[in-house]
């Protein structure tokens, strides 16, 4: 069975100080992978589309990476906006749901002035 | 704007009853899906629909149901068979391919 784990849960940090969120996934024959930023009470909003490993993408202080099995979604400097949960998703593959995400529980980052 | 749109934006719905959520959008996209998401889970897909009078059943499909009579419009069905309704429903579309893009979400809750 298809499974996405992402970690940590939530996240503390000082604004200025950087870190790493991590998804890991156990989907065979992976093809791609999705990062979403979810606000509270608000529909996720896509960040980035990461399609083989070792491909690297950046948008202002985030950048994702991804391997074989897994992807991380660095924060460099965050600021208090960049509080969020962090959601990622790869594709299944095979079977009826063919094509569908599988979505990680998400990692809640809090950023603090 | 192009762009993706559900409403209500807050639904309350006594129990029995069954209540129907609206998704819309203009993008022009082929394939529409509908998610609920619960506090601490991840998002769970209910329903699919690739193209127009065609859809199939997600992970937790029992208790909703479903029509994709326009490209443009998905609407899902809470039906009184949905044992705990009260969740976050997310409408997404793509173009065809896995890159999905959200609606705002309408918060659904059972009194």
């Known amino acids: 069975e298809d499974q996405v784990t992402q970690s940590p849960e939530a996240l503390r940090l000082q604004e200025g100080e950087s870190s790493s969120l991590n998804c890991s996934y156990t989907?065979?024959?992976?093809?791609?992978l999705f990062w979403y930023r979810q606000d509270p009470g608000k529909g996720p909003e896509f960040l980035f589309t990461l399609y083989s490993a070792g491909e690297e993408k950046e948008k202002e202080r985030l950048k994702a990476t991804l391997t074989k099995k897994e992807s991380f979604l660095h924060i460099t400097a965050p600021k208090p906006e960049d509080s969020a949960t962090y959601l990622c998703?790869?594709?299944?593959?095979?079977?009826?749901?063919?094509?569908?995400?599988?979505f990680g529980k998400g990692t809640k980052l809090s950023v603090k002035p | 704007d192009g762009g993706i749109t559900q409403s209500p934006k807050y639904l309350f719905r006594k129990e029995g009853q069954n209540v129907t959520l609206s998704c819309e959008q203009n993008?022009?996209?082929?394939?529409m899906y509908w998610y609920r998401q619960d506090p601490g889970q991840g998002l769970r897909l209910i329903y699919y629909?690739?193209?127009?009078?065609?859809?199939q059943k997600g992970d937790i499909a029992e208790g909703y149901s479903v029509s994709r009579e326009k490209k443009e419009s998905f609407p899902l069905t809470v039906t009184s068979a949905q044992k705990n309704p009260t969740a976050f429903y997310l409408c997404a579309s793509s173009i065809g391919g896995p890159e999905q893009f959200f609606g705002p979400g309408t918060r659904l809750t059972v009194l």
């Open positions: 989907v065979s024959g992976l093809r791609g």
């Open positions: 629909s690739q193209i127009v009078n065609d859809f």
């Open positions: 993008l022009n996209h082929d394939a």
């Open positions: 998703a790869p594709p299944h593959l095979g079977g009826g749901s063919q094509g569908n995400l599988i």
